[in-house]
């Protein structure tokens, strides 16, 4: 079994895009620009935004939260995004979900011009990865496939199984395995029989935020795990994989935390450099 690095490959990425800001910043006179808006004061959001706004920090990204009163209204929400669209020292914009009860999470996301939604949530870039073209990918789903190439993983021709048909994990991952030629079968709450359809697996993409799902004879002899999942179980963040039980199964496996989390972050700051390189170059 080999561990899936992806604290150590996020490390090495948000270096090398700090080195790469540095020296965009003295061409273009100007730092990339984040705006993360937050709304309401959901605990484990306030936790995500602070990790996103200190790893801008240290790679030299300007990065400004806007903490929005949870009863604010879907309006004028729209307009702070209208602004942010606006505003030429932001490249990037994303707003972090969920949202309150009261406002449409498409719908919001749906406001950020394309050209700055660095999450890829907006229909244009779900469209583009549905076509193969290029825009912006979400983070985790992106994070994965990079975590995957690092290690020499082969996807083409591979039989993957994604755990969750989210539109911020399950759905984008499958889409991009896809593209990249895999033979992707995608699992949901409502699937019968998951554990017939996880054996077949050659990569399991867990991604359904229920501890420790995936059981040790769920999965096939050297299979390659790739585990998404943050649960909360007394205190400790444990995956959507039985990790354990499978760690000495598994092909390759990444860890929680220490996998998926750290690459997110990483590809968050990725696509907001090129979000800045697409506006500067523009405008240069
Ligand atoms: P969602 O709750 O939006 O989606 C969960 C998906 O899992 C749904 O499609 C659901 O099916 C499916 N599911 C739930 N129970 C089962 C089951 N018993 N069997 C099969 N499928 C099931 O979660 P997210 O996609 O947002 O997140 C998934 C996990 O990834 C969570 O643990 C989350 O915390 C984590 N995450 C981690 C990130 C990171 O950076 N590491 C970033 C984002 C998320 P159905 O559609 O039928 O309801």
Redesign the pocket.
């Known amino acids: 079994m080999k561990i899936l690095d992806g604290k150590g490959l996020s490390k090495k990425i948000r270096n090398n895009i700090k080195e790469e800001v540095k020296i965009a910043k003295k061409k273009y006179k100007r730092a990339p620009g984040l705006a993360v808006i937050l709304v309401g004061e959901d605990k ?1 959001s306030e936790v ?1 935004v602070n990790m996103k706004e200190k790893a801008c920090l240290k790679a030299g990204i300007n990065s400004k939260t806007y903490k929005l009163n949870k009863n604010i209204s879907q309006n004028e929400l729209i307009k702070h995004i209208d602004s942010l669209n606006e505003n030429e020292e932001i490249d990037g914009i994303l707003v972090q ?1 969920p949202l309150p009860k009261h406002m449409d999470e498409n719908l919001v996301n749906s406001q950020i011009s394309p050209k700055k939604d660095i999450d890829g949530f907006h229909p244009v870039n779900t469209g583009k990865l549905f076509l193969g073209e290029k825009g912006f990918i979400p ?2 789903p992106k ?1 994965i496939v990079r975590l995957i190439k690092e290690y020499d993983i082969q996807i083409k021709g591979k039989n993957v199984v994604v ?9 984008p991952s499958a889409m991009l395995l896809l593209n990249e030629n895999a033979t992707v079968e995608i ?5 019968s029989n ?1 554990k017939e359809h996880t054996l077949k697996a050659d990569i399991i993409i ?6 420790e ?1 995936i059981k040790g004879d769920m999965v096939k002899d050297n299979a390659i795990i790739i585990d ?4 909360k179980i007394n205190g400790k963040l444990v ?2 994989v039985e990790y354990e039980a499978l760690k000495d199964k598994a092909d390759f496996i990444t860890p ?1 935390p220490g ?7 990483a590809m968050l700051l990725e696509n907001t450099l090129e979000a800045y390189y697409q506006n500067v170059v523009k405008s240069n």
């Open positions: 484990a995500y979900l983070c985790t994070g755990v969750g048909r989210s539109n911020i994990v399950g759905k699992c949901h709450s409502k699937t998951l867990a991604a359904c935020g229920r501890a799902l998404a999942g943050t649960n995956g959507d929680v996998g998926v989390g750290p690459m997110t972050i």
